[in-house]
């Protein structure tokens, strides 16, 4: 079974230019999270989706962070225009369960988009 | 002010010597505590789902315990390939209910 595919692997910008990153869930898993991790950190949540419902989104910051999940499928995060300190490994991740499940946090991470702001 | 700490930060051990992981929360209305290893340059890999106080998971060189403010992740007789960072994440109450990671224990194994 294929496992959490994110694209692309690496990516270096200059300030101000605009990226995104792509992810396709494991097949079936109807609840997919976007996560920021700084080095040495721990993974911060940006962004929930049950379906194509985003459940939470607290922590996006809204003005220049965007997210969609088209068909309740495949995602998409983006950044415009991107800042330095939005240097860091963006990890998507897909869980079958959600809600107020307890193996709701039993998450199937890809592999993570290394972005580096110049 | 709801939060999961790790300690140590890092934790240097000799093939073979035996020692523990610490996890400590302050949530209300836990769900579910989860510990997973990452390796450097991968996304954070699943090991275990503790529910209750007193529950304990075993997986190889690796046992999870759980009580009512902490997780303890047990390694004995580390390899040096039990190298990684440990991350323990809490899934707790809500109306949507939330999870949150710690920042880790990054472990050294040494032969």
């Given at each position: 079974e294929a496992g959490v595919v994110q694209s692309p692997r690496y990516k270096i910008i200059e300030k101000k230019q605009p990226v995104a990153f792509w992810c396709n869930p494991i097949s079936g898993h109807n609840t997919l999270y976007w996560y920021r991790q700084n080095l040495g950190q721990g993974p911060e949540l940006l962004i929930r989706y049950e379906n194509e419902e985003a459940?939470?989104?607290?922590?996006?910051?809204k003005d220049r962070f965007s997210a969609e999940r088209l068909k309740g499928v495949d995602s998409t995060l983006k950044i415009?225009?991107?800042?330095?300190?939005?240097?860091a490994v963006y990890l998507c991740a897909s869980s079958l369960e959600g809600g107020?499940?307890?193996?709701?946090?039993e998450l199937f991470f890809g592999e993570g988009s290394r972005l580096t702001v110049l | 002010e709801d939060q999961v700490t790790q300690s140590p930060e890092a934790l240097r051990l000799q093939e073979g010597e035996s020692s523990s992981l610490n996890c400590s929360y302050t949530v209300s209305g836990l769900r579910g505590l989860f510990w997973y290893r990452q390796d450097p340059g991968k996304g954070p890999e699943f090991l275990f789902t503790l529910y209750s106080a007193g529950e304990e998971k075993e997986k190889e060189r690796l046992k999870a315990t759980l009580t009512k403010k902490e997780s303890f992740l047990h390694i004995t007789a580390?390899?040096?390939?039990?190298s990684a960072t440990y991350l323990c994440a809490v899934y707790y109450g809500g109306s949507q209910g939330n999870l949150i990671f710690g920042k880790g224990t990054k472990l050294s194994v040494k032969p």
């Open positions: 459940v939470d989104d607290s922590q996006l910051p415009q225009p991107a800042e330095l300190g939005d240097s107020l499940s307890g193996s709701a946090g | 580390p390899k040096p390939e039990d």
